[in-house]
């Protein structure tokens, strides 16, 4: 029997470009073909979802329900439906889908998929600062029931794009990595590299997070200017990569200067402003600079069963759905990621 639902449900929505949250009541829709609609049991608040709010995308529609770390329960799936059954438990973060089977997914590219493109959570559809929310059955992520909901639904934004980049650099263990920025995808990012073996060295603007920078599992902290932290990683020899999750693109260039040879700057952080770019370290010591968006269902997977296997853990401030302004507005102090509760 199909489980009970509600004719409504509860969402916080941006209304307009720039405006607060709003609560917003959206009437029940059976999923169509291709969707599932969950329950949500806990949605991250990710830097990303400042985007929704300055419409960063201009084909973007309001209202729209922002949230892409969303772990909920399977409640109704369309006919047809293969991946998922009601009761089961699923994981979606950006990443809303792609068609499997233009050019660009079988290259591996569902960003750019007209479909992966054209619905990423909480941007192109509704995301978790709801109560209930449809997603494409092909985006979603299975999780372990045994974990706490909001311990791991940052996994499925922050974590999967620190690991899922990460793992598909230059770099090899015990290589120098930095991060730079210690946030919500800073803090995981830390954790990730020394798990993975990596020499692990977080850059903070501050020095007020050392003490828990070293305690997540940093070799070393280097606090100062962008100029400051190149030079100080250049007495450690250079960084074989700067993981960049602070938006800030000065930073970035002076941070270019900080790198090894065919060391790589890897842009995480989203920016409208554009990077200078020294001329020397690229000739001298062949220096990259390359950016990596996120990742599909299965690499959220990836993440949440390394994280699990080395015990990487998020940081969590939990909110109630009817606190999801005062979540996002605590999202840049929150340690380190604030957590929608419905
Ligand atoms: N590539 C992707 O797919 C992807 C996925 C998720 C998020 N993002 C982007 O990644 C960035 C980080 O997201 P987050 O959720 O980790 O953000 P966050 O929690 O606010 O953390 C960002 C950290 O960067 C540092 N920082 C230095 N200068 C800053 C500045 N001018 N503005 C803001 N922070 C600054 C701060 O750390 P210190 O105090 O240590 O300096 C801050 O804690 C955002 O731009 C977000 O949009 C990209
Ligand atoms: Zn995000």
């Not at 009761?87 to 950006?94: F, I, K, L, T």
């Not at 068609?99 to 909480?122: E, K, M």
């Not at 919500?184 to 828990?212: D, N, P, V, W």
């Amino acid at each position: 029997m199909a489980p009970a639902h509600p004719k409504t449900y509860k969402a916080y929505a941006f209304l307009e470009k720039g405006g607060p949250l709003k609560p917003i009541v959206v009437d029940w829709k059976d999923p169509a073909p291709g969707e599932v609609v969950v329950k949500v049991l806990a949605c991250g608040v990710c830097a990303s979802d400042e985007m929704v709010k300055g419409q960063f995308f201009p084909t973007q529609a309001y209202p729209r329900v922002p949230g892409h770390e969303i772990v909920g329960d399977v409640v109704a799936v369309a006919d047809g439906e293969k991946s998922w059954k009601t009761g089961d438990r699923v994981g979606a973060g950006w990443h809303g889908g792609h068609c499997n089977s233009c050019r660009r997914c079988r290259i591996g590219d569902f960003v750019t998929c007209p479909v992966g493109a054209a619905c990423p959570t909480g941007i192109g559809r509704d995301g978790g600062y709801a109560e209930y929310a449809t997603l494409r059955s092909e985006s979603l992520a299975s999780i372990p029931t045994d974990l706490d909901p909001a311990e791991i639904a940052p996994q499925l934004c922050a974590g999967v794009t620190t690991f899922n980049a990460l793992r598909h650099m230059q770099s090899t263990p015990p290589d120098i990595v930095a991060v730079q920025g210690i946030g919500g995808l800073g803090h995981l990012a830390i954790q990730f590299a020394r798990k993975m073996g990596f020499r692990t060295i977080a850059l903070s603007t501050g020095t007020s997070k050392k003490e828990l920078a070293l305690s997540l599992g940093a070799h070393d902290f280097i606090a100062g200017t962008a100029s400051e932290q190149a030079a100080a990683l250049q007495k450690l020899g250079g960084a074989r990569l700067i993981m960049c999750t602070a938006p800030d693109t000065q930073a970035m260039s002076e941070l270019i200067n900080g790198l090894d040879y065919d060391g790589e700057l890897l842009v995480v952080a989203v920016a409208a402003s554009a990077i200078a770019v020294p001329v020397p370290p690229l000739l001298t010591k062949r220096v990259v600079i390359r950016g990596w968006p996120y990742g599909t269902g299965s690499d959220c997977e990836d993440t949440v069963h390394f994280a699990r296997a080395h015990d990487v853990k998020v940081m969590v401030e939990k909110f109630p759905l009817d606190q999801a302004q005062e979540a996002f507005d605590h999202r840049a102090t929150a340690r380190f990621r604030a957590v929608i509760v419905p």
